[in-house]
């Protein structure tokens, strides 16, 4: 069992920066793939950004690439999404969440409670 609990979110001016920190319990964490996801008010959740167990491998959406990081600190259990060049569209619930392995069908095993994030114009 993994609990993951979110925190960082908040408001923001377009153009501005945030970093989310999803803390996760348990001895296993280094062995989970962890993702980012977000849901805007009315719209279905969807992805963000995703890390392997290791750090080593990113994935992420074209809505974020080149303005949003994701890394982790297996260390600390904790997983990170800064978030700089913010826009108004970015504004949503940011969800953090873990899996098994990573890779593009791997499904998501567990989910944190979600962060607000409001990014005004």
């Known amino acids: 069992q993994v609990q993951l609990v979110e925190s960082g979110g908040g408001l923001v001016q377009a153009g501005g920066s945030l970093r989310l920190s999803c803390a996760a319990s348990g001895r296993t964490f280094s062995t989970y793939a962890m993702g980012w996801f977000r849901q805007a008010p009315g719209k279905e959740r969807k992805f963000v950004a995703a890390?392997?167990?290791?750090?080593?491998?990113?994935s992420y959406a074209d809505s974020g690439k080149g303005r949003f990081t994701i890394s982790r600190d297996n260390a600390n259990n904790t997983v990170y999404l800064q978030m700089n060049s913010l826009k108004p569209e970015d504004t949503a619930v940011y969800y953090c969440?873990?899996?098994?392995?990573?890779?593009?069908?791997?499904?998501?095993?567990?989910w944190g409670q979600g962060t607000q994030v409001t990014v005004s114009s």
């Open positions: 890390i392997s167990s290791s750090g080593g491998s990113t």
């Open positions: 969440a873990a899996r098994r392995r990573y890779g593009p069908l791997v499904p998501y095993e567990y």
